[in-house]
């Protein structure tokens, strides 16, 4: 395992992916995190960039036991800086700011130099083109340090230890604008740590299954959400495949579900999946709750609350009747948390302000108390994917939009009605199969089709009209926290909107959403 420590830099994130792109298993902890305390043992340390200065008062520092491990270090941007400046080097405000791509030199070393430092930079050529994002740099190298490459501002670009597998990088070789960045990073990883590629999926699998076991022990029943969604889906197989109907996954449907939704995560999970799954029906409960409610915070907490009491309520039912047949309580709560969750929550600065938090599953009562078990917690979504095709999921599971938690009823905006769901069920189903046919279902992030607040005026045979409109949304990301209109083929646009007008009662009217985010948001709630 190779141990990342983490300053808060934007590129953070994606040291953990490159390392595990080249197959070595990697953990990312903030870098306050105390050496003494780490639960396994790192094959090599690589430091991040920083928004801060060294010199800043509030500077984030490593534990100073890091350096006395022993273990090759690679220090990144502000992780050169750091050990820079524990060393007794000098760093100081750039006379020219380097940002973007710059022209990294390798310094031809001489053959009596000791082999370790070679190893950083072998292959590499001469002229590399890397990217570069600092105000500070190295003015003076600490003691013992050499220099490894140059740029036409910095003499300091990459740096060695004389005697120890230490190095730093002042440019970033993580992101994809570093040419060969790659090459580098799996330098130091198999060659200067000599950690081997060996992780791959299947060895997460097998794994994370064997950790489970172990977790939940011989006897405890373990309950879970699941949406019919990817990540939920996933770790429910996991779960079933290490514990099997110890397993008690639960479909909660709240009445404000796509068409046939639950009927066809059902069949999936149970019937093809073999997932121990129970269905709750409780639209009637929600639609009740939601009669007569249009502010759209209130909708989403009624039914954030309304969802956990069903859970939980049926998870009791579920405790009691296996209780009956001689089994052990369920004691853990499994969820589908993501890698990028976590780093959020794990940062030495706390979560970020700008990332959206939303309103999922999570906030189970007190009284219930079950331990959490987070079979993706180390994965990208990407990740998770990839994951789920392995384990045989097909590809319309694997690839499906994201759907939000309070379902529909954000995507009728103002009161929620039986009526107005059966408009935004149909309608979405035609937009979405005519997306499929095609062929830019991949090709968009997520699209749904959304009921306006109002009626206009139209006309159908002789007849005039005053019915309700449809507002279609799709849109392409990478995130989901930027997002740009899709652009349809109008003949597409076209089709759909026939189909929906003539095949939809109730609706006279299609338009599209044309807003980008920001300033606009995906769902229109
Ligand atoms: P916005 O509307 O904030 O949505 O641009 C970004 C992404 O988040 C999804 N979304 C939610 N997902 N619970 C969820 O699980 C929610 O409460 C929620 N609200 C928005 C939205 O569909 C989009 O993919």
Redesign the pocket.
Known sequence: TILILDFGSQYSHLITRRVREIGVYCEMLPCTQKIAELSFKPTGIILSGSPYSVYDKDAPHVDPAVWELGLPILGICYGLQEMAWTMGGKVAPCAHREYGHATVHPVALPASSPTHLGKLLAGMGTDLTMWMSHGDQLSELPKEFTALATTATSPYSAIGHLKKPIYGLQFHPEVTHSKNGTQILKNFVLDVCGASANWSMSSFIDKEIARIREMVGPTAQVVGAVSGGVDSTVAAVIMSKAIGDRFHAILVDNGVMRLNECKNVYERLRNKLGINLTLADASATFLGKLAGVSEPEKK?KIIGNTFIDVFEAEAERIDKETALKGQAKIEYLLQGTLYPDVIESISFKGPSATI?T???VGGLKEDMKLKVIEPLRELFKDEVRALGKLMGLDDELVWRH?????GLA?RILGEVTPDKVRIVQQADDIYISEIRKAGLYRQIS?AYAALLPFNSVGVMGDQRTYEKTICLRAVETTD?MT?DWFQFPYDVLKRISNRIINEVRGVNRVMYDVSS?PPA???LE
């Open positions: 989403r959206k939303h309103h999922n994201p759907f939000p938690g309070p954000i997520q989901f997002a985010k948001t995906i769902e």
